[in-house]
Nanobody
Framework: QVQPVESGGGLVQAGGSLRLSCTAS????????IGWYRQAPGKKREMVAL???????IYADSVAGRFLVSVDFAKNTFSLQMNSLKPEDTAVYYC???????????WGQGTQVTVSS
């Protein structure tokens, strides 16, 4: 089972940038999808961006044009470049993986992103 581990969160001012990384414990080629989700206090967890088996990135409307995902297959790493950050982007960000075999759903421990106004 692939286990994702996030890194790269922190505190940034509005308009700034942060880069999150998700390193999978196994090969990304064994996954049917890998994605970033976030959960703000008092709100439901929501999809931010993901790449499915077709390889096409999908973005939430709220981050399209500001966030960009990329994959490093050699390092089994899935990154989220966040630009033009807004206070409403403040949340705990989670990496999620779904395996091709068995559709096993795995979550990382989460990393805090705080955007100050």
């Amino acid at each position: 089972q692939v286990q994702p581990v996030e890194s790269g969160g922190g505190l940034v001012q509005a308009g700034g940038s942060l880069r999150l990384s998700c390193t999978a414990s196994g090969s990304i080629f064994t996954l049917s999808s890998i994605g970033w989700y976030r959960q703000a206090p008092g709100k439901k967890r929501e999809m931010v961006a993901l790449i499915n088996s077709g390889g096409t990135p999908i973005y939430a409307d709220s981050v399209a044009g500001r966030f960009l995902v990329s994959v490093d297959f050699a390092k089994n790493t899935f990154s989220l470049q966040m630009n033009s950050l807004k206070p409403e982007d403040t949340a705990v960000y989670y990496c999620n993986t779904v395996s091709r075999i068995g559709s096993v759903d795995s979550w990382g421990q989460g990393t805090q992103v705080t955007v100050s106004s």
